[in-house]
């Protein structure tokens, strides 16, 4: 047995890991968990948006009474469909003149399909935890979540590349490169980002990357609610563009309706045509909107290479195919005071970022300085949203006079921050003023306050000591104020209340917008009671009496004796 415990104990040990393991196995061994849901989750996103497309083609293949190709024209269209979706220009080889025409104008609808889909994969790759479980496993790292989703949705819309490439409508690989892996790491970014409850730390890590002047001018007090009033005003000044891009687009199809109907109708003869050609309609209403806020600012956009459309002038346009979004461009010619009646849009998107941040300043009490900052910030960020959707709208439909379709993306944001700054910076300031100055002359017509305080340290004492001192006309009390609580001496009022203008803020702002609020009864005490009835000459007189007939014997002499009078009662 010893021979055996010495074997056993001269025995090598064996290595914790064997060195002849593949590489490959020992990262598949290591890896994340959480990795594999992450790349089907991926892939999962990608198979249903292509199953969306493919329906759809499918479906109108079937119903068409005369179609050109078989079943696998039909999903290579499906294929192109999906990655037109994702940005990516398609190349059409079936041309009249047999020259390959490019088509490069993206709907901005159909980029809402891919980019939901990514979103809601990147969410539930996650995997968070309920917070009312604790028991529940830790979620998925961000980083694995992240690279799972969008390795799994490029591996299927790789494929789908390569098999589209064999239709008539042919991706252009460049832009198969760029598109659909900017746009998948984009939305499961945020997806991820959503999932983890929106946190500020994965943005501050991008903040040493700016340059030390930008820094200082972006960055610094009050950073967060700066950059949040920038945000939602530019947010809300880009949905106006839209909105007013939208009823101008309504109100000339409206105006030009017989064209429309006709070309409608001039396009094709069956249902199954008008239904395609009505839903690519649909799918271009969100380009048309974006080409009608160009056109309310100013810049316009271009109907072929040379003609452009503007307020201004609209240039003879090139002979354009029947399409009835297309019957909504202005007549060629000067243009006539209702065509510059569209520059109502960018001062009614002035007018609301304006609005925002005033809202905002008045809140946070900010100085005229810093409030213009935020509207410099605020139409910078939209301008630059807007000349994003600008060259998403637009494009190249064909070649020679086609090659230049839609607004020019740098021209639109130019103009559009011009706008914003003309419109949004006086009229932040305005309504800055307004909260501040207006409220109190409000109130007080309204009655809600009797008087305008008037500085900072005498308001304050008014506020504080004034409810409490009594009129030189009112009768002095008999009683110890004491014994009155002092919620019933405090009489109900209105009072004003705001940032004095004595007070100052941290930026020099010496005065802020009042509101007229009703008192709430409370007690105050005071730091020196006032004088009272207690400090008079009969109240003194009345006390060293009562004190003395305290202090003498009983019986020694009687209230009424001559030897008493009434200049005995006064004490020393």
Not at 225 to 242: D, E, I, K, N
Not at 365 to 378: D, F, M, N, P
Not at 421 to 444: D, I, K, N, Q, Y
Not at 499 to 510: E, K, M
Request: hydrophobic share 50%; charged share 15%.
């Amino acid at each position: 047995m010893a021979v055996v415990i010495r074997m056993t104990a001269r025995r090598p040990s064996l290595p914790s890991r064997r060195p002849s393991s593949p590489p490959l196995l020992s990262r598949v061994r290591d890896r994340s968990p959480g990795l594999g849901a992450s790349l089907a989750a991926g892939a999962l996103a990608a198979g249903l948006g292509l199953g969306a497309f493919a329906v759809l083609t499918i479906a109108l293949w079937v119903s068409s009474p005369y179609p050109d190709s078989g079943p696998g024209g039909a999903l290579h269209v499906a294929g192109a469909l999906w990655l037109l979706a994702h940005g990516v220009e398609l190349v059409r080889t079936d041309t009249l003149s047999g020259v390959p025409a490019p088509v490069g104008v993206t709907p901005l609808l159909l980029i809402l399909v891919p980019a939901l889909l990514l979103h809601r994969a990147a969410r539930y790759a996650v995997d968070a935890p309920d917070v009312d479980d604790p028991d529940a496993p830790p979620p998925v790292r961000a980083r694995t979540a992240w690279a799972g989703v969008v390795a799994g949705y490029l591996g299927v819309g790789g494929c789908a590349a390569l098999y589209a490439s064999g239709g008539e409508l042919r991706p252009q690989w460049a832009w198969v490169a760029v598109s659909p892996p900017l746009l998948a790491a984009c939305a499961a970014g945020a997806g991820v980002w959503t999932a983890y409850g929106r946190p500020r730390e994965p943005l501050l890590r991008l903040v040493p990357v700016l340059p030390g002047a930008v820094r200082r001018r972006l960055l610094g007090r009050d950073t967060r609610a700066r950059w949040g009033t920038a945000l939602r005003a530019s947010l809300a000044g880009t949905a106006v563009f839209f909105g007013g891009g939208t009823l101008l687009l309504a109100v000339s199809l409206v105006v030009h309706g017989d064209t429309a109907r006709a070309s409608f109708l001039q396009l094709t003869e069956g249902w199954t045509g008008r239904c395609a050609v009505l839903f690519l309609c649909v799918a271009l209403i969100p380009n048309a909107a974006v080409w009608s806020a160009s056109y309310a600012v100013g810049p316009g956009f271009a109907l072929g290479a040379g003609h452009l459309v503007n307020p201004l002038a609209s240039h003879p346009a090139p002979l354009l195919p029947p399409f009835p979004l297309l019957a909504a461009v202005p007549e060629h010619g000067p243009g006539a005071p209702l065509n510059w009646a569209a520059g109502a849009v960018p001062v009614a998107a002035g007018a609301t970022m304006a609005w925002f941040v005033a809202a905002r300043a008045a809140e946070r009490r900010w100085s005229a300085e810093r409030t213009a900052g935020v509207v410099a910030l605020a139409a910078l960020l939209c301008a630059l949203l807007l000349a994003a959707l600008a060259e998403l709208a637009g494009g190249p439909l064909g070649v020679a006079a086609l090659t230049a379709f839609g607004p020019v993306w740098w021209q639109t944001g130019a103009a559009a921050g011009g706008w914003l700054l003309a419109v949004g910076l006086p009229g932040a300031l305005t309504l800055r003023a307004w909260r501040r100055e207006g409220a109190v002359s409000l109130a007080a017509w309204l009655g809600f306050a009797g008087r305008k305080p008037r500085d900072g340290q005498a308001a304050e004492e008014e506020q504080t000591h004034g409810s409490r001192t009594p009129s030189a006309s009112a009768p002095a009390p008999t009683s110890p104020p004491a014994s009155t609580p002092a919620s019933a001496a405090t009489p109900a009022s209105v009072i004003v209340v705001g940032l004095l203008p004595g007070q100052a803020d941290g930026d020099g702002d010496t005065s802020e917008r009042y509101e007229a609020l009703p008192a709430e009864p409370h007690e105050v005490l005071p730091v020196d009671p006032p004088p009272g009835p207690w400090e008079d000459e009969a109240a003194r007189k009345a006390r060293w009496t009562a004190l003395r007939k305290l202090s003498e014997p009983t019986g020694t002499s009687e209230p009424g004796e001559p030897g008493e009078s009434a200049e005995d009662t006064d004490g020393p």
